[in-house]
T-cell receptor, first 116, second 113 residues
């Protein structure tokens, strides 16, 4: 099993659809993240789950809803998205600094999302 | 205004040449990371620097953290086509407990055979 696995790799959805992105990590880390990568912006942190604490970027619209059922799995639920939400969505994991880590992120391959 | 400014934004050079890319900020950081991202893939961590003035080498790649811990550089010696990719610098952003990373926009590097 590779370190961080994301599914699906590609997703095309209409603006009225509901879909979910899935991420699984096999590295024994205790923190997981969602990042968004658009063509003209830097990688943007969307959500953090670490030590059962959730931290979110207040600029993320409510049409993105994360779920972290345990330290190995992370989901991003999508509903009523807009075309400008089309981007590469990357999941990452790391060891939280508060447990001795350096927040060095291990990324999945990403889900390329296109909203039509 | 970006927290991390990377330059140049794009760089295309011939195989065998040397190059340096930069990551600058007006803020002081406890550590800084460099990642490389290839098309269709997620970023891969190259190095973490934590001490002002620190120099780390990874084969032909040399990373330096500025004395004041506000900036960093990545120097590649005798570049090869396999070095092609997007080079990103990142620093820890603390959201009041759990951490995430803040990234620069990156340097798109192309090494032509």
């Amino acid at each position: 099993e590779t370190g961080v696995t994301q599914t699906p790799r590609h997703l095309v959805m209409g603006m009225t659809n509901k879909k979910s992105l899935k991420c699984e990590q096999h590295l024994g880390h205790n923190a997981m993240y969602w990042y968004k990568q658009s063509a003209k912006k830097p990688l943007e942190l969307m959500f953090v789950y670490s030590l059962e604490e959730r931290v979110e970027n207040n600029s993320v619209p409510s049409r993105f809803s994360p779920e972290c059922p345990n330290s190995s799995h992370l989901f991003l639920h999508l509903h009523t998205l807009q075309p400008e939400d089309s981007a590469l969505y990357l999941c990452a994991s790391s060891q939280d600094r508060r447990t001795g880590g350096l927040t060095e992120a291990f990324f999945g391959q990403g889900t390329r999302l296109t909203v039509v | 205004t970006q927290l991390l400014e990377q330059s140049p934004q794009f760089l295309s050079i011939q195989e065998g040449e040397n190059l340096t890319v930069y990551c600058n900020s007006s803020s002081v950081f406890s550590s800084l990371q460099w990642y490389r991202q290839e098309p269709g893939e997620g970023p891969v961590l190259l190095v973490t620097v934590v001490t002002g003035g620190e120099v780390k080498k990874l084969k032909r790649l040399t990373f330096q953290f500025g004395d004041a811990r506000k900036d960093s550089s990545l120097h590649i010696t005798a570049a090869q086509p396999g070095d092609t990719g997007l080079y990103l610098c990142a620093v820890i952003y603390s959201g009041g407990g759990a951490d995430g990373l803040t990234f620069g926009k990156g340097t798109h590097l192309i090494i032509q055979p």
